[in-house]
């Protein structure tokens, strides 16, 4: 049951922050879309390293001097794989004029919730990998340390999910269906999550190969879409001030809590 709960909690973390737009007038302002935007990449940076990358190699010790090599390949498959995804299925970012993918007739409200989609694969991943190294017996995760990658998650989810049910808000949605469109872009976690779970679980040896696997996604959408959005307009110091504390804050989760 533990692993039940670790893996909802990001996903409740989405559906409270989508749950802002019944409370919010107006959508964010750029400072706080910049300053949530570098939290969120800061909690992925540092849960890619403490919670997936180092466990991976570690994992992977009786190999040696080679023990960097799942870790390795199971990084560059995930970078591989969103790459992949970003080309084949059609998104606009709340940010961005521009639909990125194949062309499509779809609405843009639609493509603001792929989008976020697609960022939230890897997320929900990660979490799965790590509750499937937890429930494997393996001494690298335990419970309080798949926990706080949960909470991280969770953390930087709920900002996530205002940043998507406002603009569909703005689009015209109404709240209802704004608020429904942020939760369903945050259900592909627990669906990530348990399907990970079962692969890991059918494939204990691959572990090493699924940790970083979600490393590599989770750092692709920080460079590819994250630090960009943080950065756009005007010239600001906020996106990276709040880079810090997210890194940090999760640091501090994982390494206390592990």
């Not at 706080?32 to 190699?57: C, D, E, K, Y």
């Not at 976020?116 to 929900?124: K, R």
């Amino acid at each position: 049951m533990e692993a039940f709960y670790g893996i909802l909690v990001p996903f409740l973390g989405t559906s409270l922050g989508a749950a802002c737009v019944f409370f919010m007038k107006k959508s964010l302002s750029d400072a706080v879309q910049r300053s949530l935007t570098g939290f969120a990449a800061g909690v992925m940076v540092a849960a890619s390293v403490w919670s997936l990358l180092i466990p991976a190699i570690e994992q992977s010790s009786a190999m040696g001097k080679l023990s960097f090599l799942p870790a390795f390949l199971g990084f560059w498959v995930g970078i591989l794989f969103l790459l992949l995804l970003d080309h084949v299925v059609p998104h606009l970012h709340a940010k961005s004029g521009q639909v990125e993918g194949p062309k499509s007739q779809l609405q843009r409200t639609t493509m603001m919730v792929l989008a976020v989609t697609l960022h939230n694969i890897p997320e929900g991943m990660a979490v799965g990998v790590v509750y499937a190294g937890y429930l494997s017996g393996s001494a690298q995760i335990t419970a309080a340390g798949a926990l706080a990658l949960s909470l991280g998650i969770a953390i930087q989810n709920f900002p996530e999910g205002a940043i998507i049910s406002l603009p569909l808000r703005a689009e015209g949605m109404g709240k209802a269906r704004a608020f429904w469109g942020g939760v369903l872009s945050g259900i592909v976690e627990p669906i990530g999550a348990v399907l990970t779970i079962l692969a890991a679980s059918l494939i204990v040896p691959a572990l090493p190969y699924l940790l970083s696997f979600a490393a590599g996604a989770m750092l692709y959408v920080v460079v590819e879409e994250l630090i960009p959005e943080m950065s756009q307009g005007a010239h600001s110091n906020i996106g990276t001030v709040f880079f810090a504390v997210g890194f940090s804050l999760m640091m501090v989760l994982d390494v206390a809590l592990g």
